[in-house]
């Protein structure tokens, strides 16, 4: 088991930047993000692997976002960069304990934060 604390969400005008940040109880394999909008399912953003060499992103984000961890703290985080109001959501961090983590990356990680909101105002 594995417990996952999102941070870093806020209010932030189109253009801006934000990061929000993760940590989890304990070591994980694949740690990732993902979005939700009330009322549509929640979306997959981006995921990465424990050393940090290999990362997936949605093509709505790629060159805006940029997800990054540190290990010895159990820490993910994302960066968001041009932010869009398209942006705004619920921000989820997700990890997986398997080494085979890549298959569910973006669809059934085993762990779930509560979410952070994140608004984009244009």
């Known amino acids: 088991q594995v417990q996952l604390v999102e941070s870093g969400g806020g209010w932030v005008q189109a253009g801006d930047s934000v990061r929000v940040s993760c940590v989890a109880s304990?070591?994980?394999?694949?740690m990732g993000w993902f979005r939700q909008v009330p009322g549509k399912e929640r979306d997959f953003v981006a995921a990465?692997?424990?050393?940090?060499?290999?990362?997936y992103y949605t093509d709505a984000v790629k060159g805006r976002f940029t997800i990054s961890r540190d290990s010895a703290k159990n820490t993910v985080y994302l960066q968001m960069n041009s932010l869009k109001p398209e942006d705004t959501a619920v921000y989820y961090c997700?990890?997986?304990?398997?080494?085979?983590?890549?298959?569910?990356?973006?669809?059934?990680?085993?762990?779930w934060g509560k979410g952070t909101l994140v608004t984009v105002s244009s």
């Open positions: 997700a990890a997986d304990l398997r080494e085979t983590w890549y298959l569910f990356a973006l669809d059934g990680m085993e762990y």
């Open positions: 304990g070591r994980t394999y694949g």
């Open positions: 990465i692997s424990m050393s940090g060499g290999t990362t």
